[in-house]
């Protein structure tokens, strides 16, 4: 199928789109870029001065990418520890790469990227990896009361309608998913099987007790409605006999999720290894979770390449490296 022609919305809903004529206005040059990561990390240049041990303005360093201590003249770097950090593409391109993935709901491709702005191929791939690394949220917790569970499969032949692998099928990389039905948010896992105890174990670890979890028939959901203590109302429903919705017992809403990662990567990435899969699902989770919260994608990505800076200290950017 074409996924250009689905029936899957390409776009975000408009007040929550970051037009590209407000990127173009606030990040014009690598310079304006770079001032956005500094006021994200140090508001308005306020830094704990190591030299001369205060908090301190710091004014940008013309030509590097460093501001100095307004009284001793020692250096910060707002890039140190950013996925920036150690990159000779410049800054811009990277805020374009995130502006691009942020602005679809399907993704876009290396290929894209690269006709947009120029650089290699590898280099977009790499961009993109790196971008990526920053969307995972391994600390999100549903609060909705009402979810459903559901796994998809990824890669191989599917062999039913259903995608589930059939005896001997290994090829196939189960992955588990729980949305709440009021918010919507969701959080999608790779695994490695689907027995009845993994499954258990991810409804634990991300389902709030007491809540209504909706599944399907599949034989490794038995057992949903108590694990280790854990009390939850169970509700299923039988596609087998194609009794896909009634009432409120239907898995739609995890399904349309599922349909849209499909489509995102047969359409937009063509393959993906199950390397990367966790990788990609995250992409795709951090869109989708932010779709009708009014929290602007880019921005949103924007901000976290501020809080996900690497503990580990490195050393100072080299002196010679402009923006
Ligand atoms: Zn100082």
């Known amino acids: 199928m074409n996924y250009r022609k689905s029936s899957i919305r390409q776009s975000i809903p408009k007040e929550l789109r970051y037009t590209r004529q407000q990127f173009d206005r606030e990040f014009p040059t690598d310079d304006s870029c770079l001032e956005q990561i500094k006021e994200q990390r140090f508001p308005d240049g306020m830094a704990v001065c190591e030299k001369c041990e205060g908090p301190r303005k710091h004014y940008r360093v013309t030509g590097r990418t460093a501001y100095a201590c307004a009284t001793c003249g020692n250096h910060i770097y707002p890039l140190a520890g950013t996925i920036f950090e150690k990159s000779t593409t410049s800054l811009r391109v990277w805020f374009q790469a995130m502006y691009l993935m942020g602005s679809t709901r399907c993704g876009i ?101 007491k809540s209504t979890v909706f599944t399907d028939e599949f034989a490794s959901y038995n057992g949903l409605d108590r694990i280790d203590g854990k009390e939850y109302e169970h509700k299923r429903i039988n596609h087998e006999s194609k009794v896909y919705v009634m009432g409120d017992v239907h898995t739609n809403t995890i399904e349309g999720f599922w349909s849209l990662v499909k489509r995102g990567i047969g359409g937009v990435y063509h393959s993906v290894s199950q390397k990367y899969l966790q990788s990609y699902l995250d992409e795709y989770s951090f869109r989708y979770n932010r779709r009708a919260s009014g929290n602007l994608i880019f921005p949103a990505m924007l901000a976290k390449a501020s809080e996900k800076v690497s503990l580990k200290p490195s050393a100072p950017i080299a002196e010679n490296q402009t923006v």
């Open 109 to 209: 491709s290396a290929k894209q990227i690269q006709r947009e702005t120029g650089v290699t191929y590898k280099t977009a791939w790499r961009m993109f990896r790196q971008i990526r690394s920053l969307l995972s949220e391994p600390d999100m917790q549903l609060e909705g009361s009402t979810v459903e569970v559901d796994e998809m499969y990824h890669g191989g032949r599917r062999k039913n309608g259903r995608g589930r692998p059939m005896r001997g099928d290994k090829q196939k990389t189960p992955v588990i998913g729980v949305v709440e039905r009021k918010g919507g948010r969701v959080i999608a896992r790779t695994a490695e099987d689907v027995s009845m105890k993994t499954l258990q174990g991810f409804v634990k670890e991300y389902v709030l007790p």
